[in-house]
């Protein structure tokens, strides 16, 4: 072996020496780092003494019951509906504060507004939407004294989402209700809330590490101490609610088949405008809920797609579906698109088929709607009623 191969051999063992030492105290590095994130040694404001607070009660999520319909093991993006089936409240001192306008939804920053929430919901009732004990992790944020909205909203803006889970905030008002954050108000205490799960994933560690850091810089700015849950038992809530999630992720679909030739878009558009569709922009059609008192007013009842692209000129197969977590049971949205289903079949001479072309006869039909029932009877027994602010929160 020559010296020019031992001096190879001998580089090599120096680099890779290196890159282990690198390696290793770059691990050193992220773990202080995540310690210092997470420690909670701090002085709790709450056990001191003279102060008093009832906590908020938490329901409880119970999606461990056995389910013909969605148990916890099903992937992310499948149905449970088959459409080819055959035929407490905390309170503190506060400064004294002058008379103050009701708030009303109008008058909330743009992040408080949720789906489902009507524009007249008392503030304290839109608190427990915004910062749910169910969906949410909630981490309390807690002051030496008294604190003016005007003053921590800006600070709050900065950290309004993690990945693609949101957060929000509430504070305890000097009425003792929870309430969203709104200038002229006067909280002692605050609580901030990301959302556990989505449609598509569960909070994570790297999303959780990334809030914890961030909160705590926001914390520094208002003056105020967060108390952070432990990351174990965070993920561990995010990964069961994202489960019951999958697990109630249902678009339930109806096509119809052109009898003969296939229709012209121009004059397909026509018809579904006169049948009460509303075009979206991104070319499908939406069935709109329009009834004032129960569902979601203002919401979409079902969809409807062409199966063909925006430049296209016929199509001979329509799609009408149903994203059945997003609709109250009371709105009957299977009924509704099944009844629209059938009147376009006159319309447009079609015929109301499966994925396989063949024929979904009424008993078919009527067979599917009982799944439906009992896919709205586990949801609602699992505290996430379809069509809830706590579904679309989940399932938009």
């Known amino acids: 072996m020559t010296d020019f191969q031992m001096s190879l051999i ?28 997470f420690a909670s040694d701090h002085d709790d404001v709450l056990m001191r003494s003279g102060e008093t607070a009832v906590e908020r009660q ?38 004294a504060a002058g008379p103050r306008a009701p708030t009303t939804v109008a008058s909330l920053s743009p992040a408080a507004s949720l789906p489902g929430t009507k524009p007249d919901t008392p503030p304290s009732e839109l608190a427990e939407s915004l910062v749910d004990p169910l969906i949410d992790c909630i981490i309390p944020l807690n002051f030496e004294g008294a604190v003016r909205g005007d003053k921590i909203l800006p600070a709050l803006q900065k950290l309004r989402r993690v990945g693609n889970k949101p957060i929000h905030y509430i504070g305890v008002a000097v009425n003792g209700d929870w309430e969203p954050i709104v200038h002229g108000g006067v909280y002692t205490r605050l609580q901030a809330g990301v959302q556990l799960a989505t449609r598509t994933t569960a909070l994570n560690e790297i999303e959780y590490s990334e809030l914890v850091t961030r909160l705590r810089a926001v914390a520094d700015e208002i003056g105020a101490e967060p108390e952070v849950p432990d990351m174990i038992e965070v993920m561990s809530e995010a990964r069961t609610l994202h489960r019951f999630v999958a697990g109630h992720d249902a678009q339930l679909g109806v096509n119809l088949a052109a009898n003969g030739a296939p229709w012209a878009i121009s004059t397909l558009i026509g018809a579904l405008e006169s049948q009460g569709f509303d075009v979206r922009p991104d070319g ?113």
Do not use: H
């Open 10 to 37: 001998a580089a090599g063992g120096v680099f890779v020496v290196g890159v282990i030492t690198y390696n290793k105290w770059q691990e050193y590095k992220a773990r202080k780092s995540v310690e210092r994130a």
């Open 58 to 95: 938490e329901p409880v999520l119970d999606i461990g019951a056995e389910s013909p319909i969605a148990p916890l093991d099903v992937e992310p993006g499948e149905s449970k509906l088959d459409v080819e089936a055959p035929g407490a409240v905390a309170s503190a001192p506060a400064p």
């Open 284 to 396: 499908r059609f939406s069935m709109p809920d329009k009834e004032e008192g129960t569902g979601n007013p203002g919401g979409v009842l079902f969809t409807l797609s062409t199966n063909v692209t925006l430049g296209a000129e016929t199509t001979s197969r329509l799609t009408l579906l149903l994203d059945v977590p997003c609709v109250a049971p009371a709105r009957d949205g299977f009924g509704a698109m099944v009844k629209c289903a059938k009147e376009l079949t006159l319309r447009l001479d079609a015929t109301i088929v499966d994925d396989f072309e063949q024929p979904l006869s009424d008993a078919a039909l009527e067979e599917i709607k009982g799944q439906v029932q009992e896919f709205y009877q586990e949801m609602e027994a699992s505290d996430i009623p379809a069509g809830s602010t706590r579904a679309l929160r989940l399932f938009v």
